[in-house]
T-cell receptor, first 112, second 114 residues
């Protein structure tokens, strides 16, 4: 059972376009992280959101945590070829140990 | 560069064999988690070790076992390998066990079972 649903699975766009990736769940998370993974490498943390409704910006990337802490989105403005990669969202459930539950990922390709 | 290293980078085994994968945590981190990432999927939590003891486990059979050493490096052992065990195995270290503490991932070990 996939607790975190990511959409879309694949995204192929032209340089300069905007895009949004969604991460949805029926579970409440204490925090949610977004990672980017390159082929042959481990995931690299982009951002952690903790508070419901929180919005964080990282240059052209905007991350939002849903008010109920069940969903999140990643918006990229004016995508560049260097943004190409696998984007993963991962939620941490409340209580106990810090186990991350990952979505299946969104594979983004930005063409010049 | 996260400071987490894994070895080996790639490994090929045959069905029924045993394998040991190694992870060196970021300096000062006392918690390590292991994940399995099948092709085209997100990582799946295997287990976590905190101060040399298993602190939590995902939905993986007992033939997946681990160790954490006093210097906080760790091992993942898999016995009786099956074809479906072919995956990228990731370890992640963090400073503490709870909350929104950041997990820093290593580059992974690509295991192929033939």
């Amino acid at each position: 059972t996939q607790l975190l649903e990511q959409s879309p699975q694949f995204l192929s766009i032209q340089e300069g376009e905007n895009l949004t990736v969604y991460c949805n769940s029926s579970s409440v998370f204490s925090s949610l992280q977004w990672y980017r993974q390159e082929p042959g490498e481990g995931p690299v943390l982009l951002v952690t959101v903790v508070t419901g409704g929180e919005v964080k910006k990282l240059k052209r990337l905007t991350f939002q945590f849903g008010d109920a802490r069940k969903d999140s989105s990643l918006h990229i403005t004016a995508a560049q070829p260097g943004d190409t990669g696998l984007y993963l969202c991962a939620g941490s459930l409340s209580g106990g140990y810090n186990k991350l539950i990952f979505g299946a990922g969104t594979r983004l390709a930005v063409h010049p | 560069e996260t400071g987490v290293t894994q070895s080996p980078t790639h490994l090929i085994k045959t069905r029924g064999q045993q394998v040991t994968l190694r992870c060196s945590s970021q300096s000062g981190h006392n918690t390590v988690s292991w994940y399995q990432q099948a092709l085209g999927q997100g990582p799946q939590f295997i287990f976590q070790y905190y101060r040399e003891e298993e602190n939590g486990r995902g939905n993986f059979p007992p033939r997946f076992s681990g160790l954490q050493f006093p210097n906080y490096s760790s091992e993942l052992n898999v016995n009786a390998l099956e074809l479906d065990d072919s995956a990228l195995y990731l370890c992640a270290s963090s400073l503490e066990i709870g909350g929104a503490d950041t997990q820093y991932f290593g580059p992974g070990t690509r295991l192929t079972v033939l």
